[in-house]
């Protein structure tokens, strides 16, 4: 099948369908309507064999020039993932999850002090407890407060920031307590 808006080769010269032959090494004139060409079907060839390259690729994608190219575009993928993890804000999904968990406990453990705090206070011993807990290095002050106050809702044992956060929340001046 011939592709006749190709360029043409009869006889060894190259012929275009959109011009005239009696226009052919004159100057342009406007008002001359060109004749269309009348190509015979039987006189086109079936295939033309070229065994030159139709089209060369640039230099750039050749030979030595195409590895480091290919260097080039690895050493930058590169780069664009560590500048964005490390200061473009990127992460990761499974780090996503991890912060979203551990806000969601901050959050948890900022409404639960205050309720911590007040069922401590209702406690008949609270002031001698208050005392107590005062003088309590930080590690051990989880065995100060009862296990039902600072353990969050589907835990086991009790959270060391809970007990952090209600600790605050008793030993601060009534000030500083209301911010």
């Not at 200061?87 to 551990?102: C, I, P």
């Not at 069922?119 to 003088?135: E, G, I, N, Q, T």
Request: hydrophobic share 45%; charged share 25%; aromatic share 8%.
């Amino acid at each position: 099948m011939v592709n006749f808006e190709q360029i043409l080769f009869a006889n060894g010269c190259m012929l275009d369908l959109t011009e005239a032959p009696a226009q052919r090494g004159r100057a342009f004139n406007s008002t001359l309507r060109p004749e269309p060409i009348r190509v015979s079907v039987a006189l086109a060839p079936k295939h033309v064999e070229r065994k030159e390259i139709i089209m060369q690729a640039p230099s750039m994608l050749q030979g030595e020039s195409l590895k480091r190219l290919l260097q080039g575009a690895a050493a930058g993928a590169v780069v664009t993932m560590f500048v964005g993890f490390y200061w473009g804000g990127w992460s990761l999904g499974s780090t996503a999850d991890k912060m979203a968990k551990e806000r969601s406990e901050l959050a948890v453990v900022a409404a639960l002090a205050p309720v911590c705090a007040d069922k401590f206070r209702a406690l008949p011993d609270a002031d001698a407890k208050k005392v107590a807990l005062s003088k309590v290095e930080s590690w051990k002050r989880r065995d100060e407060f009862p296990k039902e106050f600072v353990t969050l809702p589907g835990e086991s044992y009790p959270s060391s920031a809970l007990v952090d956060a209600c600790y605050t929340l008793l030993l601060a001046p009534k000030s500083a307590a209301l911010k």
